[in-house]
């Protein structure tokens, strides 16, 4: 019975994280059909704003924490103003490959100005511990890391359904012209996209850090791996796609290492992609993969 | 005043629209006519900005080229588009809620307006417009563009694939509009209604002004409906 409790917390676990950071790419690319390949550079930064608050002899965690969530949400503002506004209205490999220069330029200045090797930080230690759920045991950082996800998810459908902007961002998912026409700033809705998608990633940063312990260069490759393949199942551009892929994709992963023989271990990820590739097969577009017509445009 | 100086539309290379001049007074409707691809839909998307044009365009004789569209529409444009475009996605009054982006104030009191004038939109507000009939699109759309408040409406091809009668209630709207003393820029193919409507029309065909002066003078003469139609 332990058991299975700790696989299901793991598995949301793992699917919050890919949730999260799912999210962030989705968001962005509903509205500017980018994919942000420089979204695990940005977790990178608040990997190392974490060590620089942290060296800073910040003792109180929360700074940490909150510098680390600020500075990732700085990063990815600055990021759409300096590198993604120029290519905004370009052919999308433009922004496709504005995004790999990018994410390369921080990974070399990482690797450049902080080092090549990973950094300790030990101030998020405090959150995990051992909790007794009715008899089970279950780590609390899964706990909060499946908590934080489900209040994030809350907080931004009601952003995207009671305020303003947050309807200006699911109609320019359709029509951005016609956002525009609407005497909606273009300029304020991407900077909100990426300050949202720079927030998810800070959030996944923390609870990132918080089970390594230690940042380095690079520190978001794999995560933004799975977010990315997250979104793909859940169908690119929606975000209760991304949700969902990233939740499914938890649960995969963690069946696969449950399931697999000690002898296939190293092969989880294979048998995983094996199993994503399938489900592509059936659904090619993704589960929910936001319907084709585009409204009256033709 | 809507005053549009030698304007020119280009796509890509091919220039669609060969320097022409309009002009909107205040409180008229005016009507722009022409048959598939005479430049219509390019002069509104060069008024509103969202096509790059050269010449002038100026309203309230404030010179409105070098402004954003955004900037644009806050200076008192709006426009129901070609298609309706209106947010399949979002539902009915989300749509007009977004439409009245910059004028939040009794917002709410306008949209509730709105369904008074349209019951139909009203006991719809909760669906997304993508649901919605091509008719009751198009009177979203209207609504959305009204719902900023626009010192000038830009309405682009209203009747565009609607059903006769719905079409003829769409012109009724469109009547009452002008009755509120609302300026319009009306593009239409169905040159007789839309010559009902106005109070001067221009006839645009491949990019060019062919002609233009008082619906009566234009509705008479049969080389202009020939053209429309395409009979000659």
């Known amino acids: 019975m332990e058991y299975v409790v700790q696989q299901i917390m793991n598995a949301l676990a793992f699917g919050a994280e890919y949730a999260l950071l799912a999210l962030g790419l989705a968001i962005v690319f509903s509205i500017m059909g980018l994919v942000n390949f420089a979204h695990g550079e940005i977790i990178a930064v608040g990997g190392y704003t974490m060590v620089a608050a942290a060296a800073l002899a910040f003792k109180n965690p929360m700074i940490v924490i909150g510098a680390a969530i600020t500075a990732a949400v700085v990063a990815s503002v600055t990021l759409e103003r300096v590198a993604f506004r120029p290519v905004r209205y370009a052919d999308p490999t433009t922004g496709l490959l504005t995004a790999f220069g ?40 899964q706990l909060f890391e499946a908590l934080a996800t489900i209040v994030v998810i809350i907080l931004l459908m009601l952003f995207l359904r009671r305020t303003l902007l947050g309807l200006a961002m699911r109609a320019a998912s359709l029509d951005f012209e016609m956002v525009r026409l609407s005497g909606v700033r273009a300029n304020r809705v991407f900077a909100i996209a990426f300050m949202i998608s720079g927030l998810l990633a800070g959030i996944a940063c923390v609870f990132i850090m918080a089970r390594r312990g230690s940042v380095d260069p690079h520190l978001g490759f794999d995560p933004v791996l799975k977010a990315f393949v997250a979104c793909v199942v859940g169908g ?63 | 005043m809507l005053r549009v100086r030698n304007l020119r539309v280009y796509h890509g290379i091919i220039e669609a629209v060969h320097g022409i001049n309009i002009e909107v007074p205040l409180g008229k409707c005016v009507a722009l006519l022409g048959p598939n691809g005479a430049g219509k839909t390019s002069t509104i998307s060069a008024i509103t900005g969202v096509v790059k044009s050269e010449g002038s365009v100026s309203f309230e004789d404030r010179n409105l080229s070098s402004l954003s569209v955004e900037d ?56 997304p417009a993508g649901t919605l009939s091509g008719g009751e699109q198009q009177m979203l759309a209207i609504a959305r563009a009204l719902m900023n408040e626009p010192k000038i409406l830009l309405l682009d091809e209203p009747s565009l694939g609607l059903a006769p009668k719905i079409a003829s209630q769409i012109f009724e709207m469109i009547k009452n509009l002008k009755q509120e003393n609302i300026t319009i820029l009306l593009v239409e193919q169905n040159a007789t209604q839309a010559l009902k409507l106005s109070d001067y029309a221009y006839f645009l065909n491949n990019g060019h002004i062919l002609a233009e002066g008082k619906p009566e003078e234009l509705g008479g003469r049969e080389d202009l409906m020939a053209e429309l139609t395409g009979i000659t």
């Open chain 1, 102 to 141: 990018v994410s390369m330029i921080l990974q070399n200045l990482f690797l450049l100005l902080v080092s090549p090797r990973p950094i300790t930080v030990t101030s998020l230690f405090f959150l995990e511990w051992s909790i007794d759920l009715g008899g089970v045991r279950v780590s609390s950082l």
């Open chain 1, 236 to 298: 690119f551009g929606s975000l209760p796609g991304a949700v969902l892929g990233g939740f499914l994709l938890g649960a995969v992963e963690v069946a696969m290492l449950v399931m697999l023989p000690q002898s296939l271990g190293g092969m989880t990820d294979a048998f995983v992609f094996g199993i994503i590739a399938l489900l592509l097969f059936w659904r090619p577009d993704g589960l929910l993969a936001p319907r084709s017509e585009k409204g009256d445009k033709h």
């Open chain 2, 72 to 127: 644009r529409i806050k200076a008192g444009i709006s426009v129901s588009p070609e298609g309706r475009r209106v947010f399949a996605n979002l539902t009915v009054e989300e749509n007009l809620v977004l439409g009245g982006a910059l004028k939040p104030k009794c917002r709410s009191d306008r949209i509730a307006e709105w369904f008074k004038t349209f019951p139909i939109l009203g006991e719809r507000r909760a669906q």
